[in-house]
């Protein structure tokens, strides 16, 4: 069983039934609710990750990052970066070290970097500052969108014959005489009512809220994350001015900040904000926002201003709590750790990041198996392809994402001409979608629909707010519920989106 329906909870779940294990998975709101679609969008070995020496999490993230972007091509994709630079020291310093990038992902290389003279720079990302540029090094990294990916792999464990639900919090742990944990209870979110589900063994997979799950285990258990908040700015893509990524090698706390054309739009981040606890919906601080907008104006000759921000965004990073001395967050590594509860038996997956999901499920189940001598076979989940997945996806179409289930949604337009209309002049989506993802993507809530699923709730959050009506009459329709739980549901997503703006 496993708690938890982010990265690492599904990670898990689709290692666990590769190997022909009995799964079933809950996660308290929907799946990638937190952190897991609130990240970079990147598919990355982490150019800074080699900087600090951590040679095997970059050999391990640059294999994973290949096997995704095989696996997934649907909602994954090459993208291209540029590294500005304006000293000739960097331009050794990064062209050789962005050599060693390419030489370390071996035989999953996905492009070699090489330099870029001054004129090729500006040609591509004609929006830089030109003063005392010296030229660039193109290098490729993976994007992917996050929150589908992960919509995806719940939907592959299903389509395995796993049991993954969403809206669905666990609330307890059930154990016997001994202390042994034997199930789980849990609580139905919108129904509101309560189960009792055994297991013969539970991985606690909830990233930020490990350690909730570790002190309703064990009250005195220390405590094993450190939450870091990354938030992120996404403006018009003119502002960048071209189809490649921009990457800022050393902003003022010693981070890298990128420039990444999304969906048409340019996300900007993040930062590395340190905070006491984590919560559901992180709000992004005003000096963070500061902080992103005064490092794109070092590079940038038009820089965006708070004025032009369409959606702000705030995720927060489950860094395993390091040993020994305390360092800052930019130094914790983002290997991943497995810790056991003594006298529960609770397995624990703390720490990680996107790319190395699959890694981290298929090193928590070896751990699980020989913890409690199931019989389940190798993992073969390196080879298993997604949900959705189709080699040769037509990009210009929103529908691309979808992969082969976009047949399904051109299906029910054809059947029924009305539900072609857009749900916004400014963006392609269609109330078809919005069925579709009632009926085939586990879609309960409007916010499930605006934020995870077309992800407009993060690419522009006053245009959510604008569709949120027209996908809650819909969703009514669909769900069989009343004009009660439509307003409720309006009402309820207008005061998230508020969040996600800039007074």
């Excluded at 034997?182 to 013969?200: C, F, I, M, N, P």
């Excluded at 996806?393 to 992969?403: A, F, I, K, M, Q």
């Amino acid at each position: 069983m496993v708690i938890g329906g982010g990265a690492s909870g599904l990670g898990v779940a689709l290692d666990a039934l590769s190997r022909g294990l009995s799964v079933a998975l809950f996660e308290r709101h929907d799946f990638a609710k937190g952190t897991s679609s609130r990240s970079t969008k990147l598919l990355h070995g982490g150019v800074r990750y080699l900087a600090q020496g951590q040679l095997g999490l970059v050999v391990e993230s640059l294999k994973e990052r290949g096997l995704i972007l095989k696996n997934a091509p649907h909602v994954s994709s090459i993208q291209a970066f540029i590294i500005p630079v304006y000293t000739y020291w960097n331009k050794v310093r990064y062209s050789l070290g962005l050599k060693v990038y390419d030489l370390l992902a071996g035989r999953l290389q996905i492009g070699r970097s090489r330099w870029l003279s001054g004129r090729e720079v500006m040609g591509r990302l004609p929006t830089l500052q030109r003063s005392g540029l010296k030229g660039g090094v193109l290098y490729y990294d993976g994007q992917f969108d996050d929150a589908r990916l992960a919509l995806n792999v719940a939907q592959t464990c299903a389509d395995m014959g796993g049991c993954v639900l969403n809206h669905m919090e666990m609330t307890g742990l059930a154990k016997d005489d001994s202390g042994v944990i034997k199930g789980v209870y849990v609580k139905d979110q919108l129904t509101q009512e309560s189960y009792k589900v055994r297991a013969k063994a539970v991985v606690n997979a909830t990233g930020v809220f490990a350690d909730t799950i570790l002190k309703m285990d064990q009250p005195g258990a220390k405590p094993s994350i450190v939450p870091s908040q990354g938030t992120h700015l996404v403006v018009d893509l003119s502002y960048l001015g071209g189809k490649d990524a921009l990457m800022i090698p050393e902003t003022a706390d010693g981070r890298v900040l990128f420039g990444i054309p999304w969906h048409g739009k340019l996300l900007l981040g993040t930062t590395d904000t340190v905070v006491k606890a984590p919560v559901p919906e992180p709000k992004a601080l005003d000096e963070e926002v500061d902080f992103i907008l005064r490092t794109c104006a070092r590079y940038l000759s038009n820089p965006p201003a708070r004025k032009d921000v369409l959606s702000v965004f705030a995720g927060l990073r489950p860094l395993a709590a390091p040993r020994g001395k305390e360092k800052k967050t930019k130094e914790i590594s983002r290997r991943h750790q497995i810790i056991l509860s003594e006298g529960s038996r609770l397995l624990s997956l703390i720490g990680g990041k996107w790319t190395t999901f699959r890694k981290m499920g298929e090193d928590t189940v070896d751990a699980l198996v020989k913890l409690h001598h199931l019989p389940a076979g190798k993992s073969v989940s390196a080879n298993i392809r997604f949900h959705g997945y189709q080699q040769a996806c037509d990009t210009s179409d929103h529908l691309s994402v979808y992969g082969s289930d976009a047949a399904g949604i051109h299906q029910l337009m054809a059947q029924q001409p009305e539900l072609g209309r857009q749900l916004h002049p400014h963006f392609p989506h269609t109330c078809a979608e919005v069925v579709w993802m009632v009926r085939h993507e586990m879609a309960l809530r409007v916010e499930d629909v605006l934020a995870r699923r077309t992800g407009i709730l993060f690419l522009n959050a006053k245009a959510a707010l604008q569709m949120a009506p027209a996908v809650a009459r819909i969703m009514r329709k669909e769900l069989g519920q009343d004009e009660n739980w439509e307003r409720n549901e309006i009402n309820a997503f207008n005061t998230l989106a508020e969040r996600y703006l800039i007074n």
